[in-house]
Nanobody, 124 residues
Framework: QVQLVESGGGLVQAGDSLRLSCVAS????????AGWFRQTPGKEREFVAA????????TYANSVRGRFAASRDTAKNTVYLQMDKLKPEDTAVYYC?????????????????WGQGTQVTVSS
């Protein structure tokens, strides 16, 4: 079983930046991909970004493309989400998750390990 722990959330103003981290532990961490999702009260978990573990290639939701950047450090079993030009609508709890096999990286139900989430609040 893999444990994922996010950190780096906080309260910022619109236009500011945050960097989220997600550290994996428990066993060898070699997922097909690591994803970032976010959720606000009363809404379903929303795909934000993903990084393919082997290649480092990334993909993003349209709402964050050009502002967010996912990266990973395979030696540290850590995934990052750099969030720039934050907007109030980015306010949510952000989760990292591990996708064990291909494909459909935007489907939350296919991920088998999840972190506890970290709150990001962007004030206007």
């Amino acid at each position: 079983q893999v444990q994922l722990v996010e950190s780096g959330g906080g309260l910022v103003q619109a236009g500011d930046s945050l960097r989220l981290s997600c550290v994996a532990s428990g066993r060898t961490f070699t997922p097909y991909a690591a994803g970032w999702f976010r959720q606000t009260p009363g809404k379903e978990r929303e795909f934000v970004a993903a990084i393919y573990w082997s290649s480092g290639s990334t993909t993003y939701a349209n709402s964050v493309r050009g502002r967010f950047a996912a990266s990973r450090d395979t030696a540290k079993n850590t995934v990052y989400l750099q969030m720039d030009k934050l907007k109030p609508e980015d306010t949510a709890v952000y989760y990292c998750a591990a996708l064990p096999t291909c494909c459909d990286i935007w489907r939350a139900q296919l991920y088998d390990s999840w972190g506890q989430g970290t709150q990001v609040t962007v004030s206007s």
